[in-house]
T-cell receptor, first 117, second 114 residues
Framework: AQKVTQAQTEISVVEKEDVTLDCVYE???????LFWYKQPPSGELVFLIR??????QNEISGRYSWNFQKSTSSFNFTITASQVVDSAVYFC??????????????FGRGTSLIVHP | DAGVIQSPRHEVTEMGQEVTLRCKPI?????LFWYRQTMMRGLELLIY????????DSGMPEDRFSAKMPNASFSTLKIQPSEPRDSAVYFC????????????FGPGTRLLVL
């Protein structure tokens, strides 16, 4: 069985602070994909990043960075110098990689990030 | 390029009525997914199609829910009869293939059943 845990239900920061959103996952698969999605107040889900289990390199995209640690089954997301527009619910997700069969993804419950001006 | 298109964006209906949600995936994508999001249960996958064929519908809550994909550019999710507990945001997502795991989501349909 797969499981994604986002232990932080809500985080509140002041603009320009750095913030890290935690994601811990469980899977028996040796190959899998991990994702982060952003859901702003408008409601749509916006894809941020996909990482496959073969690639443990950290990634940086502007103010966003992701730290994938296979040894601890974590895929944490850091926003540097947060801005009010970063206020949203962020979802971490896990999906199987293997061919054939079902590809049902597992989503965490989300972390609500509130950035105050 | 147009993203995933869903209609209607908002739907308010009375218990017992039939509700039909519509989705147009991104052109060229051959996998389509229907999700439901509620405060209680979070984001749940209801059903997904690959090349217009339903692959896994184990997430469909009960027989009142049905989904079809008559062609590569259109899918519907129908609830008949609707109940207040069906109130949720329903998302449609598409991806280039089952192994291309990035799913792109539509804006969602916010359903309220009174």
């Amino acid at each position: 069985a797969q499981k994604v845990t986002q232990a932080q239900t809500e985080i509140s920061v002041v603009e320009k602070e750095d913030v890290t959103l935690d994601c811990v996952y469980e899977t028996r698969d040796t190959t899998y994909y991990l994702f982060w999605y952003k859901q702003p107040p408008s409601g749509e889900l916006v894809f941020l990043i996909r990482r496959n289990s073969f690639d443990e390199q950290n990634e940086i995209s502007g103010r966003y960075s992701w730290n994938f640690q296979k040894s601890t089954s974590s895929f944490n997301f850091t926003i540097t110098a947060s801005q009010v527009v970063d206020s949203a619910v962020y979802f971490c997700a896990l999906r199987r990689f293997t061919s054939g069969g079902s590809y049902i993804p597992t989503f965490g419950r989300g972390t609500s990030l509130i950035v105050h001006p | 390029d147009a993203g995933v298109i869903q209609s209607p964006r908002h739907e308010v209906t009375e218990m017992g009525q039939e509700v039909t949600l519509r989705c147009k995936p991104i052109s060229g994508h051959n996998s389509l997914f229907w999700y439901r999001q509620t405060m209680m249960r979070g984001l749940e996958l209801l059903i997904y199609f690959n090349n217009n064929v339903p692959i896994d519908d184990s997430g469909m809550p009960e027989d009142r829910f049905s989904a079809k994909m008559p062609n590569a550019s259109f899918s519907t999710l129908k609830i008949q009869p609707s109940e207040p507990r069906d109130s949720a945001v329903y998302f449609c997502a598409s991806s280039l293939g089952q192994l291309q795991e990035t799913q792109y989501f539509g804006p969602g349909t916010r359903l309220l059943v009174l």
